[in-house]
């Protein structure tokens, strides 16, 4: 359902403001419908989720709803996720919500006024929080390694939205021991975009992170690993796709030697000869795997998986205000429900709530 309702709402992305959107934005607040910075407006249709979210009179809520009111100045800032297709689309974690908004100046005729609008909500995730790095995986458990030394037999170069899901990722391809426990490995983390049903966001973190620093880091990991490694033999490092080109970009910083390092490349996406050559001149050992077709299936299967995994919370907000998802949207529109008040009152009058 709640895939339904975010594809509605972004049909309607680029039309704010004109006669094809009949979504009813009003005033979030009384604070945000001043002349005193931008104006902040949100669809009356989010109402019972945000019903759903606040239903306690708690600290929690009159900072968030305080939060939120503070877009009118910090919009667009420093702190939000950018959509990588839509300059003007942005996403803010407040609290445990996920704020997704647009940024609008009035022009032409049918234009809505100038201001923030509020389009979406969704409960927020740990996407984009973990920096990149070395990280060891140990009996189940992660942690970061700060002197830069791989000292396990095997490795990786991840890239992925989560730290957890890509260790949970990388378990699965380290596989077990004889007694059934997970096998240790290091791993070499670079954080990608977060990527839902609202869009594909750049992160700040993303946007001032650089692939030449990441990659200067990456030769760091391999160079201290060569002459600090403890165990004889050597590491081998599984490399996948685009990662592959932060180790092409990393060559130049390397060591002359690298005979501890064992590197297997699978469905590179680099100039994997010169790669190759290169390391295998400083006495690293190489291997790949070069099947295109793997790579395509691998990614068509994770972009039907979002597309079929349900947003639990909207969910359980849909069922408990009796909503569907052809009704979210269709029960307003400006002709038959026009709501006088702002959307902070509107939700109160929903809860009952009385202290916020």
């Known amino acids: 359902m709640s895939s339904i309702i975010a594809t509605n709402r972004r049909k309607l992305a680029y039309e704010l403001g004109t006669k094809a959107d009949k979504r009813q934005f009003i005033p979030f607040s009384k604070n945000t419908n001043t002349n005193n910075g931008r104006k902040v407006f949100i669809d009356a249709a989010l109402a019972p989720l945000f019903a759903h979210f606040f239903q306690a009179d708690d600290a929690n809520t009159i900072r968030i709803v305080s939060k939120i009111e503070q877009l009118s100045a910090v919009a667009g800032g420093i702190t939000a996720n950018t959509n990588v297709t839509t300059p003007f689309e942005y996403m803010e974690n407040i609290g445990e919500l996920a704020i997704y908004y647009q940024l609008h100046s009035k022009s032409g005729e049918n234009a809505a006024e100038s201001g923030v609008y509020i389009t979406g909500v969704k409960r927020s995730s740990e996407d984009g929080q973990d920096k990149a790095g070395l990280y060891r995986s140990t009996d189940g458990a992660t942690s970061s390694i700060t002197t830069g030394v791989a000292e396990y037999e095997q490795g990786f170069v991840k890239a992925h939205s989560q730290l957890s899901k890509a260790v949970s990722d990388l378990q699965d391809v380290a596989g077990t021991d004889g007694w059934g426990a997970p096998n240790s490995f290091n791993f070499f983390y670079i954080p990608t975009d977060i990527e839902n049903e609202m869009g594909l966001w750049m992160t700040p973190d993303s946007r001032a992170m650089r692939p030449s620093a990441v990659a200067k880091e990456l030769a760091g990991v391999l160079s201290e690993t060569q002459k600090h490694r403890s165990n004889g033999t050597p590491i081998k490092w599984r490399i996948e796709g685009d990662t592959v080109k932060f180790l092409q970009l990393a060559i130049e910083h390397l060591p002359n030697l690298l005979d501890k390092h064992h590197f297997l490349l699978v469905d590179s996406v680099a100039d994997t000869a010169q790669i ?46 009796g909503s569907s998802s052809n009704t979210a949207l269709s029960n307003y529109n400006p002709t038959n429900q026009s709501i006088k008040s702002s959307f902070i009152e509107y939700v109160k009058n929903l809860t009952g709530t009385l202290a916020w």
């Open 276 to 321: 190759v050559n290169t390391l295998e001149r400083r006495g690293a050992k190489t291997e790949g795997k070069f099947t295109g077709n793997s790579r395509a299936l691998a990614a068509a299967k994770a972009s039907a998986q979002r597309s079929a995994t349900p947003d639990s919370a909207l969910e359980k907000a849909l069922t408990k205000t």
